[in-house]
Nanobody, 122 residues
Framework: QVQLVESGGGLVQAGGSLRLSCAAS????????MGWFRQAPGKEREFVAA????????YYADSVEGRFTISRDNTKNMVYLQMTSLKPEDTAVYYC???????????????WGQGTQVTVSS
């Protein structure tokens, strides 16, 4: 069992930066692939970034490639999403997820956090 708690969301102007954090509980955190997803009002939850259990494999959505960076620290049970050059279309609730392996498919993930709101003003 893994419990996930996101933090770091907020209101930022276009072009600004935010760093999201995801704190995980559970002794087996380091064996999970981790992902970040987001959901804007009226839209489906979409993939943002994923990282394998050791960090050797990373995936990004095309829409965030080059602007967002996912990382993890298994010694602290933490996953991060550094977001730069933010755009109004990045506005959404951002969710952290844990699964057997890092994939771009939300149905592959077994555990989800409650989400943190990111709002980018123009």
């Amino acid at each position: 069992q893994v419990q996930l708690v996101e933090s770091g969301g907020g209101l930022v102007q276009a072009g600004g930066s935010l760093r999201l954090s995801c704190a995980a509980s559970g002794r087996t955190f380091s064996s999970y692939g981790m992902g970040w997803f987001r959901q804007a009002p009226g839209k489906e939850r979409e993939f943002v970034a994923a990282i394998s259990w050791r960090g050797g494999t990373i995936y990004y959505a095309d829409s965030v490639e080059g602007r967002f960076t996912i990382s993890r620290d298994n010694t602290k049970n933490m996953v991060y999403l550094q977001m730069t050059s933010l755009k109004p279309e990045d506005t959404a609730v951002y969710y952290c997820a844990a699964g057997g392996r890092a994939t771009m498919t939300r149905f592959s993930y077994d555990y989800w956090g409650q989400g943190t709101q990111v709002t980018v003003s123009s």
